[in-house]
């Protein structure tokens, strides 16, 4: 396993459209299990392929609280199902969007279909934070990010703080 690096926002291969996996093979295997470890390692609670700079149709999440055994999903080519009409909100972040936050609002519940690390056709109800993550994780894969859903002020302050933060770093000289 390898830990990838995760691209930031802004960056061209995070507005990409991702195309469905062909099939879960050894090749997709390994990606799910490089972006499990990415995603353990950053750490966060998720990681769609193009935060990796893979245009492909792959999520990977775990909202297992710390202390409690892992509990890592791998959905290939997911599709939501069903949604619930009842909505949520969440004070979602992002690992390509470091350090920012905005409420956003999502249907509270609902049941996708996806591929397993197995290549099984399997269906999933999620609700609470499973359900914000795996919505926010499919969003990545139509190059929709969080703060997409934000007002357009809201937005434009979330990019210039994370282009502010970008300039400093790279500004810093290395000890
Ligand atoms: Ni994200």
């Not at 080519?77 to 069903?82: D, G, K, Q, S, T």
């Not at 994780?137 to 210039?160: A, N, P, T």
């Amino acid at each position: 396993m390898a830990i990838l690096p995760i691209i930031t926002a802004p960056d061209p291969r995070l507005k990409r459209t991702c195309r469905p996996v062909a099939a879960v093979d050894d090749e997709i295997r390994r990606m799910m299990d490089d972006m499990l470890e990415t995603m353990y390692a950053a750490p966060g609670i998720g990681l769609a392929a193009p935060q990796v700079g893979v245009d492909l149709r792959v999520i990977v999440v775990d909202v297992a609280k710390e202390g409690s055994p892992p509990s890592p999903h791998c959905l290939a080519n997911p599709e939501i199902l069903w949604s619930s009409e009842d909505h949520a909100l969440y004070n979602e972040g992002c690992l390509s969007l470091p350090e920012q936050f905005a409420e956003v609002e999502r249907p509270a519940k609902v049941r996708v279909g996806y591929l397993d690390r197995d290549g099984k056709p399997r269906e999933l109800e999620a609700d609470g934070l499973l359900a914000v993550c795996i919505q926010h994780e499919m969003d990545h894969l139509e190059g929709v990010l969080f703060v997409d859903h934000v007002s357009r002020l809201k937005r434009e302050m979330i990019l210039k703080r994370l282009a502010k933060a970008k300039k400093r770093e790279s500004e810093s000289v290395p000890a």
